[in-house]
């Protein structure tokens, strides 16, 4: 039997892809809402894509659900508070879609420093773990600064192991054994890093991406 990385990279969609790109968009519209009713200082925001890192023991997908927020051209220095207001947002949008899902963890980049999601010169990401993200959705004495306190503490310099409290952005289209749901197509890992901006880009606007 082809694995789920086989299925999902075939000419076929798989059950699991439709039901990712679905937990997709709701998160997509639940943090395109929250970014709205906040009315934060961003050029542009999106759940840009679902990718499927391993396979569980049972076939079931691994995955790292990914928000991206496109800070402005003028920003060089991006203010801490803001940042963390939107890790706060993207955690909430993303946690009732993902609940039942395995998640290895959520990542939330940020780019500034240049125009639009995928065009920017810098991108800075925090990763937080799913025990962090579902202790912050449901614990109401869990705050926002609690949250970005132990990920200050637990952080390290490995920028690959949530908990990430500012670390580089990766491109999970150059990780070996991996797809890239984003928006009604899966892109293979070694699909080059122009491709995989531009799938990102596609599945933002498909899923109502733009602030």
Same mark, same amino acid.
Request: glycine share 8%; net charge negative; hydrophobic share 40%.
């Given at each position: 039997?082809?694995?789920?990385?086989?299925?999902?990279?075939?000419?076929?969609?798989?059950?699991?892809?439709?039901?990712?790109?679905?937990?997709?968009?709701?998160?997509?519209?639940?943090?395109?809402?929250?970014?709205?009713?906040?009315?934060?200082?961003?050029?542009? #925001?999106?759940?840009?894509?679902?990718?499927?890192?391993?396979?569980?023991?049972? +076939?079931?997908?691994?995955?790292?659900?990914?928000?991206?927020?496109?800070?402005?051209?003028?920003?060089?220095?991006?203010?801490?508070?803001?940042?963390?207001?939107?890790?706060?947002?993207?955690?909430?949008?993303?946690? @009732?879609?993902?609940?039942?899902?395995?998640?290895?963890?959520?990542?939330?980049?940020?780019?500034?420093? +240049?125009?639009?999601?995928?065009?920017?010169?810098?991108?800075?990401?925090?990763?937080?773990?799913?025990?962090?993200?579902?202790?912050?959705?449901?614990?109401?004495?869990?705050?926002?600064?609690?949250?970005?306190?132990?990920?200050?503490?637990?952080?390290?310099?490995?920028?690959?192991?949530?908990?990430?409290?500012?670390?580089? #952005?990766?491109?999970?289209?150059?990780?070996?054994?991996?797809?890239?749901?984003?928006?009604?197509?899966?892109? @293979?890992?070694?699909?080059? @890093?122009?491709?995989?901006? #531009?799938?990102?880009? +596609?599945?933002?606007?498909?899923?109502?991406?733009? #602030?």
């Amino acid at each position: 039997m082809p694995s789920l990385l086989e299925r999902l990279l075939g000419s076929d969609t798989p059950d699991e892809q439709v039901d990712l790109e679905s937990r997709q968009n709701k998160a997509d519209e639940a943090l395109h809402e929250a970014v709205e009713r906040g009315s934060y200082a961003v050029e542009d #925001c999106g759940i840009t894509g679902v990718a499927v890192v391993n396979e569980g023991p049972d +076939g079931e997908p691994i995955v790292v659900p990914i928000a991206r927020f496109s800070l402005g051209e003028d920003v060089e220095d991006p203010d801490q508070n803001l940042v963390w207001d939107l890790v706060g947002e993207a955690a909430l949008a993303m946690q @009732a879609p993902f609940d039942d899902v395995f998640v290895r963890h959520y990542d939330i980049q940020f780019t500034f420093d +240049g125009d639009k999601l995928f065009e920017a010169e810098e991108c800075r990401r925090v990763l937080l773990t799913d025990e962090l993200v579902d202790r912050y959705a449901t614990d109401a004495g869990f705050t926002l600064t609690d949250l970005r306190e132990t990920v200050f503490a637990a952080d390290d310099i490995d920028d690959e192991i949530a908990p990430v409290a500012w670390g580089e #952005c990766a491109n999970y289209s150059q990780t070996n054994n991996a797809a890239i749901i984003v928006a009604g197509t899966t892109a @293979a890992a070694s699909a080059s @890093a122009s491709a995989a901006s #531009c799938a990102g880009a +596609g599945a933002a606007g498909g899923a109502g991406g733009t #602030c």
